[in-house]
C-alpha cells in the first residue's frame, strides 16, 4: 500500500523565481491538503483539494495555488517566491474531506530554500 | 492563528521514564489529534480522540481530552530513545471541514 509521496525533496530557488511541488495521495484516498512548515513551527495549512477544485483554503496569499488531477494527485505553485517562503511543503492525504476530521496521512515533505 | 498550544515547549527524560505533554485550544472542536515529527520530516499521525469521547489509549499512548477545559494530554509511557521526536497537537473544528490547525509542537528528548 503506497503511502503520501512528494517531489522533489529538496528545492533551492531566488526570489522571484517561481515553484510547482507535487504530491501523490496514499492509495484510496481522494482528498490532498497542503501545509507549511516553518522552522521550529508547526504547520499552517495551505489549502485543500478534492474533486479537482480547492475546498479549504487557509490565510495565504494569491500567490499560493493549486491543482488536483482526476488521479488525484496534486500541485502546490508558489509564484514570485520570497525569502519568507522557504519551508518544509508537507501534503497530506485523507478520504472523504466533507465529513470532516478523517485521519491525514503526510507524506516525507519537500524542503524549499529560497535565496 | 493557532488553535492548539502545546506546553511544555521542550522536555528533556531518561529513557524509561514517562513524557506527558499539554495542549490547549480555543474553540470547539470535532477531534484533537496527535502526531509525531521526526527530524524536520513528515508527520505521522498518532492517535485521534473524538469531542464525545475522554481517553483513548494506543500502545504506550494515552490521550485524554477535557471539552469543558478546553485541553488534551498525551502521555508516552517507558519511554525510549526512539520517542525522540517534536509532538504536535491538532484540532479539526466543526464549521470548518477537515483541516486541521496545529500547535507550536513539544520537542521531546529521551536520553538513553
Known amino acids: 500500500d503506497a503511502g503520501v509521496t512528494q517531489s522533489p525533496t529538496h528545492l533551492i530557488k531566488t526570489r522571484g523565481q517561481q515553484v510547482t511541488l507535487r504530491c501523490s495521495p496514499k492509495s484510496g484516498h481522494d482528498t490532498v491538503s497542503w501545509y507549511q512548515q516553518a522552522l521550529g513551527q508547526g504547520p499552517q495549512f495551505i489549502f485543500q483539494?478534492?474533486?479537482?477544485?480547492?475546498?479549504q483554503r487557509g490565510n495565504f496569499p494569491d500567490r499560493f495555488s493549486g491543482h488536483q488531477y482526476p488521479n488525484y494527485s496534486s500541485e502546490l505553485n508558489v509564484n514570485a517566491l520570497l525569502l519568507g517562503d522557504s519551508a518544509l511543503y508537507l501534503c497530506?492525504?485523507?478520504?472523504?474531506?466533507?465529513?470532516?476530521?478523517?485521519?491525514?496521512?503526510f507524506g516525507p515533505g519537500t524542503r524549499l530554500l529560497v535565496l | 492563528s493557532q488553535q492548539g498550544e502545546e506546553d511544555p515547549q521542550a522536555l528533556s527524560i531518561q529513557e524509561g521514564e514517562n513524557a506527558t505533554m499539554n495542549c490547549s485550544y480555543k474553540t470547539s472542536i470535532n477531534n484533537l489529534q496527535w502526531y509525531r515529527q521526526n527530524s524536520g520530516r513528515g508527520l505521522v499521525h498518532l492517535i485521534l480522540?473524538?469531542?464525545?469521547?475522554r481517553e483513548k489509549h494506543s500502545g504506550r499512548l494515552r490521550v485524554t481530552l477535557d471539552t469543558s477545559k478546553k485541553s488534551s494530554s498525551l502521555l508516552i509511557t517507558a519511554s525510549r530513545a526512539a520517542d525522540t521526536a517534536s509532538y504536535f497537537c491538532a484540532t479539526v473544528v466543526k464549521a470548518a471541514g477537515n483541516k486541521l490547525t496545529f500547535g507550536g509542537g513539544t520537542r521531546v528528548l529521551v536520553k538513553p
Open positions: 480522540i473524538r469531542s464525545n469521547e
Open positions: 497530506a492525504s485523507s478520504l472523504k474531506a466533507r465529513r470532516g476530521g478523517e485521519t491525514q496521512y
Open positions: 483539494y478534492y474533486e479537482e477544485e480547492e475546498r
